[in-house]
Every structure is written in C-alpha cells, then in structure tokens.
C-alpha cells in the first residue's frame, strides 16, 4: 500500500510544471527576443582593454548566457584582480541592470537605459566612510570596438571624477580565459 502511494506522489511530481526559484515556471525558455534585449550586445566579444595613453590594463570576456538573456562580463586585469557582472534588461521596469562584484570585496549594481548610441547605468553605493557616492557608467560603440567610462560623484552628480576609461578592441588571442 505505501508503494503505491509513493509511486502515486512521484507520478503527480512528473506531471506537475518545472518550477525554479520563488516559483517560476522554467518549463519554456524566457522569450529574450525584442529589440531591448539586444541593445548591449555590441559590447559582447573578447576584448583587450587600453587606457587612454595605449596601456593594455586588462582583458576582458562578454558572452550572452542564459539562453541569451543576460550578458556576462569576466575582467582579468594585468595587475592581477579580477571581477564579473551580470548585465540584463528587465522588462518589467524597462531598464538594464549591471550587477558587478570583484576580487577587491567590491559590489555596485547600477541601472538605465540607451541615450542614443551610449548605454549609462547609474546607482549610488557608500564609499569606506559611509558617505553615499552617485556611480554611472557608460559604453559606446566605436569604429575600433567599445568606449567604456566608470565615474563617480560625491555631490549627487554636479561634478565626476573618472574611476576608469578603456578602450576596448577585439582580443588577437582566441578562446577563453
């Protein structure tokens, strides 16, 4: 009689939807297709990354994942730290988001949209002393590949100072890293 009811139980699991996380129906691929979800896309590739005096500071893998829903960013930096960030449109608020963590113990997640060619996500994170900072950063498509800027504001974005500016152009290695 157990068995039975046990095979019963089982037999109800199969037949119930694949459910993921906080229930969410994973049984079909999220449809990822619209326009919106492809407005980063020029920054996916495999890219070696030069400050603004011809410096090589870093390399840098951008691949779609998640049945290409979400950007992934891997940094590999020449002085040896390294961090990822996920990157995707949320439909439901029609924005992107960058969550970014690193090996220095860093996080930042900032949000926005496309302004023309340029995509600015911004968000605010507290500095060592507590004091709340305004961070954006921008990425434009350029003719050698990708601009990208990472400034931050202490007076609520009168005035920026430059954390990181790298130009990125197509890496002459292949593979990953």
Known sequence: MRRSHALAGLLLLAALPAAGPCGA?????????????????FWVGDWEVYDSDGKLQGHNLVEKVYGGCVIQENWHG???GTGSSFN??????KLWNETWVSSHGYFLSIEGNLHGKDMVLTGTHLDADGH????RGVWTPT??????????SADGGHSW???FE???RRAARSGTQ
């Open 132 to 135: 709340t900072e305004l961070h």
């Open 25 to 41: 129906d994973t049984s079909k691929p999220a449809d990822c297709s619209a326009a919106e979800y492809h407005q980063l896309d």
């Open 161 to 163: 100072t430059m954390r």
């Open 143 to 152: 003719g050698y590949g990708v601009h990208q800027t990472w400034e931050v």
């Open 78 to 80: 020449v002085e040896g």
């Open 166 to 168: 790298g130009m990125l």
């Open 88 to 93: 995707i449109y949320d439909a439901s608020r």
